[in-house]
């Protein structure tokens, strides 16, 4: 989203129509486009064509359009009078299996205007991915997937609108990244053979749709890009972290790590790219016993243990009151346990360099991260062996897989970046 | 809509996948496709990727895809198991102002399989052009036209359906050819400025649009393409027309006529056109006092009148009784009538050339053609003198307007062909 604005928007002052240059209105407004853009190949909807002779009288043939390219072909995805536009918005959709993130950019200057979030309400039907499969093989499964996810975004898409100021119909771009079978689901794809052998998607590059067909209350003209999937198990998610972190622009080798439910690794550089993904359980974020949380004002997300005092030196984001804590934050909490002996090597607690912070809670031993009247809850935030256990298995899984990767390669871990 | 078949109809056996070749359903296909049309860009409706994985997996992967070619890009308008798949169709409409024509063709070989005709029913809220323009400009007015010509071409479609015994799922490519107000009623594009100074349509080339966009109940897939205006009065058909003839490969400057309620006139050949359009005022066909009429069985096409007997020698469609007169016949009439000297070179009768076949009508002079008891309907069929008039009027008109081009070009008349 953050390609400069000519690629998103265009303001065109078209020449009047005469007796001597009676060229039609959509036909005027698409030679004009051609010229500026260099292509033979602008695409408008039949919606678009009706409103264009009102909209072009009604504003003196001064107009902003809004555009989406489609490999070869420029899509008008909106038009809007000249005269103070309202901005022309883009949507990004980060659709996990149980939480969902929502970002308003400004389609002008790439700005984030506002964010939402809200769990994915599919989970009412299924709480994982192959719950939800075979919900789907239910009689009217898939549509009922289908639709709650999509009024799930459409709820989220216009609480960000209002956050913006803007209204939904401003949206003219919306990208949707998700693992395969989210992907599935919300496009009303059968996802049956992603978990029956050979794995076969419905589509791997599901393209450039139109907003309208997937029922998305946007721009009526708003075109939708599907981040594309390389199989089963490796989604669009994955694809859209690639190309976010630049992994495949970079000279030298390195990794990229994507935890949630499933730990997905890629390895590689600007020549190569090599990915595996594998069950690395709710180790971070959520799935951290009663602290673990997504990363939210107040949410712990960097940790310090002063080694002689073992004192915690916590960073809340926004320096508000502690109430959780999230991935990174449990990262370098691990990592300091560990720096000051309170956890051994195996990730088990070692009571006896633990003192006053070591809690028993059910006789399982926990260690106090947080005391209670320190803490926005009100209640002391802890982390316990099974949490402890969780992350070293997780981190387990994915060194795992990555050395999987690296033998397969060829690589030396110590030659990889990150 | 005689291209060969390969154009519009592909039989795939795709590989079927395994875990070693594990492309998606959707991409397996596409990728096929791009191999023998040779081309990359291969686009698949969401709805056709939706019935896909299991189409494929019930049908052993064999498949038969239905396609368009929209410029650069092959669409795919249908899908059909391989296994003995019902003929895929064409749709071919003549959207006139009075009338609608429809031929329903084989894609596999372009063999017309049935006809249908119907009056258009905007005639109800407008008889000509001029008229439903300005209905259009009530509230809702545009709507409802749009909605009668939608609704008027579905019946229309399924009854030519009917006749071929097809269903209206199996047509998958659309092409409407009206003049240019007939086909912005059509799309539900706004009129109001093609009759108003500078006379500017909503759009000359409204392309390749999706028959459901168009409330057009034939396959959900299907593609429709309407024939581009030049501008406010010299439409698609006309375009349709010149192709039909092939007024744009001859070497030789030739002439097109188009007579309806206007006459449309085009001269050229393979390095230029050029067109002008006229008032002709309703001389042939329906237009010719009682007994004009379109072509069909009992309709007389040609006509002879021995100069000595003056006997007049007809021939009617499929040689049943004759019933009505159609524009060949009428100008074979008018040609027959002034060699034999029963009119002059003004188009009136001379009443002492025409014996007993002079007939007053309301005191106006007509000429009998058939008597009473020839004729399939009983009643003596005959052409007045008004008549006569109107149509050296049109045949002025259209002169008129072939001198005018003749003299803008320089060419003389006689080096045109027909």
Known sequence: MNAPAAAWLRTLHLPRPSLSDNTADVDRLSACLQKELGTPAVAIDLGLQRELPGLLRQHG?????????????WVVTGIDPD????????LAVDLGTTRVALRIVDLADGRALAESACDNPQIALGPDVLARIHYAERPD???????????????????ACRAAGAAPSAIRTVA???????????????????IREPYIPAVNRPGVLRAADLGLTVGPYARVLVFPNIGSYFGGDLIAGILFAG??????????????????????????????????????????????????????????????????????????????????????????????????????????????HLALVDGIPHIRVVPADWSATGRELTIGQPDLDSLVRSKAAMYTILETLALTVGVELKEVTT
């Open 247 to 356: 992994l495949h622009r970079r000279e030298e080798t390195a990794v990229l790590v994507d935890v949630g439910t499933n730990a997905e690794v890629v390895l590689g550089n600007r020549d190569w790219l090599i990915g595996c993904a594998g069950a690395a359980g709710p180790a971070l974020e959520g799935g951290v016993s009663r602290m673990g949380m997504l990363a939210a004002p107040g949410v712990v997300d960097r940790v310090r243990i002063d080694p002689a005092a073992l004192r915690f030196e916590l960073h809340t984001i926004e320096e508000k009151p502690p109430r959780g804590i999230c991935g990174s934050g449990v990262i370098d909490l691990a990592a300091e346990l560990f720096r000051t002996g309170m956890i051994d090597r195996r990730g088990k607690i070692v009571p006896a360099r633990c003192g006053p």
């Open 141 to 159: 499964g898939l549509n009922q997937l289908t639709t709650l996810i999509r009024d799930g975004l459409n709820s989220a898409a216009a609480a």
């Open 61 to 73: 043939f001064k107009v902003r359009c809004s555009l989406f390219r489609d490999r070869g072909r």
């Open 83 to 90: 005269d103070h536009p309202a901005p022309a918005l883009g």
């Open 176 to 194: 949707v990244a998700g693992n395969t079978a989210m992907t599935h689901l919300f496009l009303g794809l059968d996802p049956r053979w992603l």
